[in-house]
């Protein structure tokens, strides 16, 4: 199946756990993009880069091997062929992949990759999928909810990740960098035009999964 479904939307509204779910129902290969950028963040710690300096580290992301590998809800994320998938959940690597990811290089080098893994079909979730990776998605969808609602989220993955928090430093950080994403000039976080908006405020998965599968069902007929 050449199907694309591309899933947008800031911090904590849904789009991984959804993103999986449809992949499996659909029988697609899943891209989590953010994950993508994690290994990116992971390989500028590890060769001790400065982040800011953008020549080397987009010098960096180009030479990177990164790949995704396995099924939707047992997702490895390889990087240069080792398995990083628990090491790019720390918070070190979380806050240097909220600056590389706004280098345009880091993002070109990203967006090819995420292109040539899905040209033969695919359920991506990142921010700029249905605008910038794949304007011609067969579906595209933008997942939101309250930011209250998003930082509570949020909060229960980091304790569950034993990282120390609290639900107001969450909300802070993620607004924050909600902000600097949709202000950038690269790939900002915004709703494409033919984007199908879900707001999954007060809502179950199951509830919401429910109503994407019917639509992408209603789109390829």
């Known amino acids: 199946m050449s199907l694309i ?24 290969l899943y891209i989590d993009t953010g994950s993508m950028y994690r290994a ?11 982040p800011t300096d953008k020549d080397a580290v987009v010098s960096l992301a180009e030479r990177s091997d990164i790949d995704l ?19 790019i959940r720390s918070e070190a690597v979380t806050d240097i992949s909220s600056i590389i990811s ?7 080098a990203m967006v090819a990759r995420q292109r040539e893994m899905g040209r033969t079909g695919a359920v991506l979730n990142g921010r700029d999928i249905g605008t910038v990776v794949f304007p011609d ?17 949020r909060f229960i993955e980091e304790q569950a990740q034993k990282h120390s928090t ?4 969450t909300l802070a950080e993620m607004t924050e960098r909600d902000r600097r994403d949709s202000r950038r000039t690269d790939s900002p976080l915004k709703v494409a035009d033919d984007a199908i908006v879900i707001d999954s405020t007060g809502r179950s998965i199951h509830e919401v999964f429910q109503e994407m599968m019917d639509l992408v069902q209603k789109a390829v007929g």
């Open 137 to 153: 998605a067969d579906v595209k969808f933008f997942l939101t909810a309250s930011a209250e609602e998003r930082a509570q989220r």
């Open 102 to 108: 706004s280098i345009p290089g880091v993002r070109r």
């Open 69 to 87: 590998a396995g099924e939707p809800d047992s997702l490895r994320v390889m990087l240069n062929g080792r398995d990083v998938t628990e090491q």
């Open 5 to 28: 479904i591309a899933i947008d939307g800031p911090s904590g509204a849904g789009k991984s756990t959804l993103g999986r779910l449809l992949a499996h129902a659909l029988n697609l």
């Open 40 to 50: 990116v963040a992971l390989a500028v710690i590890q060769s001790q880069l400065d």
């Open 166 to 169: 609290s639900i107001a430093q």
